[in-house]
Nanobody, 126 residues
Framework: QVQLVESGGGLVEAGDSLRLSCVAS????????MAWFRQAPGKGREFVAG???????????DYTDSVKGRFTIARHNAENTVYLEMNDLKPEDTAVYFC????????????????WGQGTQVTVSS
């Protein structure tokens, strides 16, 4: 059984940083496209960042415009984990953050994701 478990969320002030973790079990995710999404209250789920394997241990990354320069998606394959480093957080970043896995290795923005985590809450106060 494949599971994705997110952690690292919390309540922070504007300008602070957080690092979210997504630990996978039940399959090795090194070849999967991995992504982070978020859902703010009353809004739909939004793509935040994605990582797609190009070959070997080389990965391409994509980000939604609002987080470029502030967020970084990274992998630790030995730990079967994907991280989202979030800096200079803003109140509009407040949301539940989910990680997802596309086992077909597609483009992060257009992938059909097979597995999802339960989410971790990030709240940024002004």
């Amino acid at each position: 059984q494949v599971q994705l478990v997110e952690s690292g969320g919390g309540l922070v002030e504007a300008g602070d940083s957080l690092r979210l973790s997504c630990v996978a079990s039940g399959r090795t995710i090194s070849r999967d496209t991995m992504a982070w999404f978020r859902q703010a209250p009353g809004k739909g789920r939004e793509f935040v960042a994605g990582s797609r394997r190009i070959g070997g241990n080389v990965y391409s990354t994509d980000y939604t415009d609002s987080v470029k320069g502030r967020f970084t998606i990274a992998r630790h394959n030995a730990e079967n984990t994907v991280y989202l480093e979030m800096n200079d957080l803003k109140p509009e970043d407040t949301a539940v953050y989910f990680c997802a896995a596309d086992t077909a290795g597609g483009q992060p923005l257009n992938s059909e994701y097979d597995y999802w985590g339960q989410g971790t809450q990030v709240t940024v106060s002004s």
